[in-house]
């Protein structure tokens, strides 16, 4: 049985075709406790799982002259083995080296003759550790799907979990190009009719109608705003095949207690410390840090209650500017929660869903078109790409092997050289720091700029100590007394 993928689906496996340097595979590695599994005990594992996860079965195909968008089709040569690669890490097997086998990893594009997913086993990790790299494409999941697929292929106990449904799965026969092109050229004859339904449900509801047309054009404003470019600089630039990796660290309870105390979100101080580490990376390499430098692309999920599980993306975005030009972490949290809040309140996030909904509606040739086009475009607006997205509260089992962490990977396109992914898994928040091998050899120092500025951002927000009262001094009363906040260090 096949179904057609989503103009928003579609656009990641034709960033793809347009641009040979870019593969649009997402990541995430979840680090165990060892020792690792035998490859046929894992292999067993995951075949159990299959049933859970129908998507792992099937494969991508495109419609010739784009006359649709691209479908999924059962994979009758299916082979489990084929997506389950094993590796070892030198002795000593250290961190460093795990990054440096990731970025190598993420660098190879996934095969489209199969099923776009592939489990790599690292074996050798110091401290009697093993690592599982989980990497999907971009047009399967985004990072909320991603994350669930954990739910289903590891455990919430190391006793396992029971009662698998069977595995019944009989594969359809894979259809002919000549199949695929007359289900599509049938399609765009039932379009304008499909069309005409959606429009007479729209005026059916004329208010509704009226909030949403409203809604879309008041969000329209700031995405206009976005097609000017950004402030030139060395952190956008044509990029090559080849992927560097690296990783930062941070206690959650300190961020939390960041967000707390300074009245904002998470995602505000994730991305203060992110806009100092860019800061501090435009400094070392001589340049200035203009206030319109680095304009991020954030994903937001707009996923309903329960959808967790739909192997699709489901995200919008907004546009904002990161405040590098800000040297104190305090003043830069600030201006992160001021501006985010303005372009939330402006609808962009909305207005960025409603255009992809209205393109599912569209005949796909044109979608199709504009795609390719702007794979070609001189993108100068976005300068990098910073996802956020939660992990599981506690830990995770897989054939009994506790998860320890899990390390996000961010994929990067067209013109930006570097990426964050941020991933909160247990007690702790990780950062994938993803850079174009040859124009941002700095993913390390990067990495450890971000630990550097959240330890920043938690002495500006920490109470002062109570001193000690002079002997023979008043105590003052509880109505006058004031907690002290340390004031801000300087850069």
């Known amino acids: ?126 401290g009697d550790r093993w690592a599982l790299v989980s990497k999907v494409h971009h047009c399967m999941v985004d990072g909320v799907s991603g994350t669930h697929l954990y739910y289903v292929i590891f455990d919430e106990s190391p006793e396992g979990t029971a009662g698998l449904p069977a595995d019944e799965w009989n594969p359809d026969a894979e259809p002919s190009a000549l199949r695929l092109t007359t289900d599509a050229l049938r399609d765009l004859l039932r379009n304008p009719v499909e069309q005409a339904r959606v429009i007479g449900r729209a005026l059916a509801s004329p208010r509704d109608l009226a909030q949403s047309v409203a809604q879309t054009a008041r969000g329209l404003v700031p995405l206009m705003g976005a097609l000017w470019p950004a402030a030139a600089s060395t952190l956008t630039g044509p990029i090559g095949e080849h992927r560097r990796y690296a990783v930062a660290r941070a206690p959650l309870s300190d961020v939390k207690e960041v967000a707390h105390r300074a009245g904002v979100t998470f995602n505000d101080v994730v991305l203060s410390a992110i806009s100092g580490a860019y800061r501090n990376l435009l400094s070392e390499r001589g340049e200035d ?24 993306n489901r995200i919008s975005l907004l546009l904002p500017y990161l405040p590098v030009h800000l040297a104190d ?53 976005i300068v990098t790409v910073t996802t956020n997205v ?9 054939l009994g092997r506790r998860t320890l962490e899990i390390l996000p ?38 990495a450890r700029s971000i630990e550097r500025e959240t330890e920043r951002l938690c ?33």
């Open 1 to 126: 049985m096949a179904d057609h993928m989503s103009p928003l689906d579609a656009a990641f496996l034709t960033l793809e075709d347009e641009q040979p340097e870019v593969s649009m595979a997402i990541s995430s590695v979840a680090v165990l406790e060892g020792p690792p599994p035998g490859q046929e005990e894992f292999l067993d594992a995951i075949r159990a799982r299959l049933p859970l996860v129908p998507r792992y079965r099937q494969k991508a195909r495109q419609i010739p002259l784009d006359l649709g968008p691209p479908i999924w089709v059962d994979d009758p040569a299916f082979d489990l083995a084929y997506h389950v690669r094993r590796v070892a890490l030198a002795p000593p097997g250290g961190d460093a080296r795990l990054s440096e086998l990731i970025g190598d990893i993420m660098s190879q594009r996934l095969d489209r003759a199969h099923p776009l997913w592939e489990y790599w086993v690292i074996e050798g990790l110091a």
């Open 289 to 312: 840090a203009h206030p319109h430098a680095v304009r991020s692309l954030v994903p937001v999920s707009v996923r309903a209650p329960g959808e967790e599980g739909v192997y699709e």
């Open 329 to 381: 972490p305090a003043s830069r949290l600030r201006a992160v929660h001021e501006h985010l809040a303005e372009l939330k309140a402006s609808g962009e996030a909305q207005t960025g869903e409603a255009i992809t909904r209205l393109a599912g509606y569209e005949p796909f040739p044109p979608v199709a078109g504009v795609m390719r086009l702007a794979a070609h475009l001189p993108q100068r607006q």
């Open 390 to 398: 939660p992990g599981p509260r506690r830990p995770l089992y897989l």
């Open 409 to 446: 990977y961010v994929p990067i396109a067209t013109r930006l050289r570097t990426g964050v992914s941020i991933f909160t898994c247990c007690d702790q928040v990780t950062f994938g720091v993803t850079g174009d091998y040859d124009s941002a050899p700095e993913v390390e120092r990067l």
């Open 459 to 491: 002495l500006a927000f920490r109470p002062s100590p109570v001193l000690s009262r002079p002997r023979g001094a008043k105590r003052r009363s509880p109505k006058t007394a004031r907690t002290r906040i340390a004031e801000p260090q300087p850069a």
